[in-house]
């Protein structure tokens, strides 16, 4: 039986005012590489409320027709319960990082994550202002 191994790393990058997109897949695989898993899964997870992790094909068309997307789920300027306690102006920014989602876990194969030719791994913030963004990627998996 062959054993299993875990390995974490974290990505720190620093994003622009909501919604705000970056594509990581460099990093991720460059965490896989170093890793040295062959196959298994990364966990990668946005840390805080105002972000959220996906897959797109990160051009400049589908990236502005998402952000304009998630614009129209959760408007900036919308009344939101969160203002009238908190009243920093960031209420659509928790709605739409947790419509989309803080994580996703994508297959190791071959030392690599496991994608499609246009899909690529992104960070997005949410927030109304620009942020330093950490993601953690954790692997598991079996090692060389």
Known sequence: MTATTTFFDSIVLQQETGPGINDISFDVNHIIKTSQIINGTAHITAIGSTGSITTIEYEPGVIED??????????PGHQYQHELAWHDGNGHSHIQAAIIGPSIV??????????????????????????????EVTITGVQH
């Open 106 to 135: 994508v297959p190791v194969r071959d030392n690599k994550a496991r994608l499609g030719t246009w899909q690529q791994v992104v960070v997005i913030n949410h927030d109304n202002h620009a942020r330093k963004r950490i993601v």
């Open 66 to 75: 998402l952000k304009d997307a998630i614009n129209r789920i959760a408007p």
